[in-house]
């Protein structure tokens, strides 16, 4: 057999021929056929072009072995059995110009035959109206045998022994194991985006996965992460996002942020259907879960954008999966997509479903509406007073004149956790982490949005950085005066800050955070040739930063009493407060015991 990659330059003045087509079959099939996850690829995406409803999956050492890929679809017609393996035949477009709007995921014509240069393939298949079905076998692009075959309308496709022909490709291989989890990628990744097809995968030894159909995309979501990925997800903690504009529409789900890792891989982005890796996705998600926390950990999450396909480059080759958005890169509205509904995780109240009744909510406080106040600072106080400092008592809001609040106080545990009742069952609340959230929100809303308010220092402030950082700031300084930060050149490593936002500076209009660490920082955490958007993004975040600190300063710690009013005050907050469920570190507010885990830790129920 002949081998591409090991072919030496003795040739050198050989005059020019045309390759045999076995050869320019092999080499094409090097592209098209990288590794046994891009045949499988094809071959999936064969069969969902085929309009199938069930698919399944074999995969044997790695899919080198064999990979076989068996459908319900439409199949092909006896006549065509042969023309499917040739190379440039497709059944899917006709003309140049139905390259303009292509519909299916194959249209090059190439996968079958491609695959076929490089192995042994079973093609069996029986259209939905045909009595009986048929099979090709084929090698190294040679048919070998045609016979009728028995079988359920649709097709298999059974490719034994990947690259046996073309060494030098195998050894590009990794594993069987590795080749395997690729093989698996590729599968989970389709199956995220098809609820309504069933998918049945069994890999080497291992018991068969499945993937029943499913109207409910999130409990196809819940069941791809639990069996494909091993995270303990159910389908009930997604949160579900949708944000739609013309041109554009994007929507899925963000595992809860407990879940969140310090990688990209679990961001699953499909673009007009199309999985693909994205950069610019995946930051939108990173951008909109450090909302929550500042851990920097990407969010698990599916997300799908339908996009105006003039609007997107997809690279269609059959082995890369990248997109280049043109302008307006969709960052943006990603982001607020996902932001937007991370920011409804509040306090996680039952409302009772109907009246209430002695088991359920009632109310027991006062009907006073009552409101964390922005008196944070004085909370540094020590804690004595009955109505303390962090509370204000505003006049009757709707907040509670209409009904019952969902959530009854308790008492406090630890002085430290808050014990709570709602219809569902009991809710301790981390009474430092919530007022934390609702302190930070309070504080970012007030000085933050939508642009942050800034003050002249009294005395501009001479901060040593060293030259290269001195350099970069000073360049930026247009952009930078725009965001609040006035800065001049002072020296050869020195700036003088003139102007700052009044979230960095105390009541005297002094800076209360050493600035020299702040700006060393910033500096640090930006690149040379930063973009302004990047610029405006990274400034933000340094600032939230230094909220985040205050807030937790202001805010009441474990350990400290509270009164039922300010109990109550800081529950209604939570639940008129975005991003409540979590403290400004990404840490969860609050614990539920629901009435069912009670009564099973009781053995009433099973
Ligand atoms: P393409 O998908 O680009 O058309 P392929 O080489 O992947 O090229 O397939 C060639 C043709 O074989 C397809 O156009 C289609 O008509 C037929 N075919 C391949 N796989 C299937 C399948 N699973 N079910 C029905 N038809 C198929
Ligand atoms: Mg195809």
Redesign the pocket.
């Known amino acids: 057999m002949l081998d591409i990659s090991s072919t030496k330059r003795v040739h050198a003045n050989a005059s020019i021929q045309l390759l045999a087509p076995a050869v320019a079959d092999q080499i094409a099939a090097g592209e098209v056929v990288e590794r046994p996850a891009a045949a499988l690829k094809?071959?999936l995406?064969?069969?969902l072009?085929?309009g199938?409803s069930r698919i399944s999956i074999r995969v044997l050492g790695g899919g080198i072995d064999l990979l076989e890929?068996s459908?319900d679809?439409?199949?092909?017609p006896e006549t065509?059995l042969r023309l499917?393996l040739a190379r440039y035949?497709?059944?899917?477009i006709q003309s140049a110009a139905d390259l303009s709007h292509i519909a299916?995921?194959?249209?090059?014509?190439?996968?079958?035959?491609a695959i076929s240069a490089v192995s042994r393939v079973h093609l069996s298949?029986r259209p939905q109206a045909a009595e009986v079905g048929r099979e090709l076998i084929a090698e190294a692009s040679q048919i070998l045998d045609e016979r009728a075959k028995a079988r359920p309308p649709?097709?298999t496709?059974r490719v034994e022994n990947l690259f046996a022909n073309t060494p030098a490709r195998k050894k590009f291989l990794k594993t069987p194991a590795a080749e395997r989890a690729q093989c698996l990628q590729i599968i989970y990744r389709l199956a995220l985006a098809h609820p309504e097809i069933e998918f049945t995968l069994t890999a080497d030894d291992t018991a068969p996965v499945v993937f029943p159909r499913t109207e409910r995309l999130a409990s196809r979501v819940a069941r791809v992460f639990r069996l494909g990925f091993g995270v303990e997800v159910k389908e009930d903690e997604l949160l579900h996002f949708a944000r739609a504009k013309p041109n554009i529409k994007v929507h899925g789900f963000v595992l809860p942020l407990r879940l969140a890792v310090k990688h990209s891989r679990h961001i699953f982005a499909f673009v007009n259907g199309r999985a693909v890796k994205d950069k610019v996705l995946s930051q939108a998600a990173l951008a909109a879960a450090r909302e929550v926390s500042f851990g920097g950990e990407y969010p698990q999450l599916v997300l799908f954008l339908e996009i105006d396909p003039e609007l997107v480059d997809v690279n269609v080759h059959p082995t890369k999966a990248e997109v280049r958005f043109r302008d307006p890169s969709p960052f943006g509205f990603v982001y607020k997509a996902v932001v937007e509904s991370l920011a409804t995780l509040r306090l996680p109240v039952t409302e009772p479903s109907h009246a209430p009744t002695p088991t359920q909510v009632t109310q027991v406080t006062s009907d006073l509406p009552l409101e964390l106040g922005t008196q944070f600072r004085a909370k540094l106080e020590p804690c004595a007073s009955p109505l303390p400092h962090s509370v204000v008592v505003t006049p009757p809001s709707a907040l509670s004149a209409q009904s019952a609040p969902a959530v009854r106080f308790l008492g406090t545990i630890h002085d430290t956790y808050l014990v709570c009742q709602d219809a569902d069952g009991l809710l301790l609340v981390d009474q430092h982490a919530a007022h934390e959230r609702v302190t930070y929100e309070r504080l970012r809303g007030l000085r933050l949005e939508p642009r942050p308010q800034t003050a002249p220092l009294l005395i501009p402030i001479g901060i040593e950085l060293g030259r290269e950082r001195a350099d970069l700031l000073e360049s930026l300084a247009g952009e930078l005066a725009k965001l609040g930060l006035a800065i001049e050149r002072f020296g050869p490593g020195q700036i003088r800050v003139t102007e700052l936002p009044v979230l960095l500076l105390d009541s005297a209009g002094a800076p209360r955070v050493p600035l020299a660490n702040f700006l060393g920082g910033f500096a640090d955490a930006l690149a040379a040739d930063v973009a302004p958007e990047t610029l405006a993004d990274e400034f933000r975040r340094t600032l939230l930063d230094a909220v985040a600190t205050e807030s937790c300063h202001a805010s009441v710690r474990a350990g400290q009493t509270l009164s039922r009013l300010e109990a109550d005050a800081l529950l209604a907050q939570m639940q008129a407060t975005d991003f409540a469920a979590h403290c400004p570190h990404g840490r969860p507010t609050s614990v539920r015991l629901s009435w069912n885990d009670i009564e099973k830790l009781f053995k009433r129920r099973i």
């Open positions: 094809e071959l995406e064969n069969s072009d085929a199938a890929v459908d679809g439409r199949g092909i065509e499917a035949a497709t059944s899917k299916s995921f194959g249209f090059r014509g190439e996968a079958l035959a298949s649709g097709t496709v």
